[in-house]
């Protein structure tokens, strides 16, 4: 159904006045959030002012000095649009998929996830991990990041970085670190896609559903399930949903070093992942390929990987 009518309006979205989207208002999550209110105006012939941002400051963003993992995980990104959302305040919301919880409410369903970006991690300060001097110092609010650094380089001194992409940039500049990396579908949706040295998925395997946008609604609300799985990318949602039942599948939480990344050819999924320790010194690593409706495919790799797992590692993941 697409159209400009009021009529059609009313039938799409079910309501007598703009789309609300929600969204976190860093410069990132407003940029996202834009990429999304283009793609339903465009899907569905839609003015541009037929949809509404709605900005709010996450729990997260407020919290710089300490990892989200000693305060509450990625909850953090999420509870302030839930709210919102439960509430009837706005219609949607949009979240970066890597920052979503893997168990969600019922409440909520991600009706869409969008056309994936580049998955890879960049460096940002050294043109390699190999070009940072001995005992650099090294930002990042992520454990997988600081595990996969220190499998390469354990005299590196990772210390923990918050804030947006903007104020991790002007601390490198300003020397306060040696170092940061950064996940390259950020910096390319910022416009900065001279920023960085690419860092080879060999050498490090994004997070799961690294690069991804989802929309999220309420799960009782047909119309809006409706308009946004117009948008939404098959490819995307399958390989992002396989990496998120691999991460169900460990019991993993933000403090478990895990990575994944999912490629779909044809109809089928190929599935790459690692677990390891924090301090890196330990690292198993599978890959496994199943057809895309073979939801059991990504649990059989997440057992397997923990079968192979020393029990300091198993108990990473709480096993």
């Known amino acids: 159904m697409t159209g400009n009518s009021d009529i059609e309006r009313k039938i799409l979205a079910g309501v007598d006045r703009p789309l ?34 709605v900005p709010m400051i996450a729990t ?27 509430e009837g305040d706005i219609d949607c919301a949009v979240h970066s998929m890597k920052d979503v919880e893997t168990v969600r409410p019922d409440a909520f369903t991600i009706a869409a996830i969008m056309a994936r970006a580049d998955t890879h991690d960049r460096l940002v300060g050294a043109d390699s991990i190999d070009d940072l001097p001995e005992g650099a110092i090294v930002g990042t609010a992520s454990p997988r990041r600081k595990a996969q650094l220190l499998r390469q380089r354990s005299d590196l001194d990772i210390r923990l970085i918050r804030g947006n992409v903007q104020t991790r940039l002007q601390k490198i500049a300003d020397g306060e670190y040696a170092a940061t990396l950064l996940a390259a579908a ?78 779909m050819e044809g109809l089928t999924i190929y599935l790459r992942a690692e677990i390891l320790l924090p301090d890196g010194s330990q690292c198993i690593s599978g890959t496994s390929e199943f057809e895309a409706g073979d939801v059991s495919g990504p649990t059989r790799l997440a057992r397997k990987l923990l079968g192979q797992a020393s029990a300091e590692l198993k108990a990473v993941f709480g096993r």
Do not use: Y
């Open 20 to 53: 609300r989207i929600g969204t976190r208002q860093s410069p990132l999550a407003m940029v996202q959030a834009e990429m999304a209110a283009s793609a339903i105006l465009s899907a569905h012939g839609w003015r541009p002012d037929q949809v509404e941002l």
């Open 60 to 86: 997260g963003d407020k919290i710089q000095d300490r990892a989200l993992a000693e305060v509450g995980g990625k909850a953090l990104w999420t509870k302030e649009l839930d709210r919102a959302l439960f």
């Open 186 to 263: 950020g910096l390319d949706r910022l416009g900065m896609d001279d920023i960085g040295t690419q860092i080879p998925q060999d050498v490090m395997l994004p997070a799961p559903a690294q690069g991804a946008v989802g929309i999220e609604t309420l799960t009782d609300s047909n119309h809006m399930r409706r308009l946004l799985r117009e948008i939404s990318c098959s490819k995307t949602s399958r390989a992002v949903t396989a990496e998120r039942i691999f991460l169900k599948e460990l019991t993993a939480d933000c403090h478990s070093p895990v990575a994944a990344h999912a490629n």
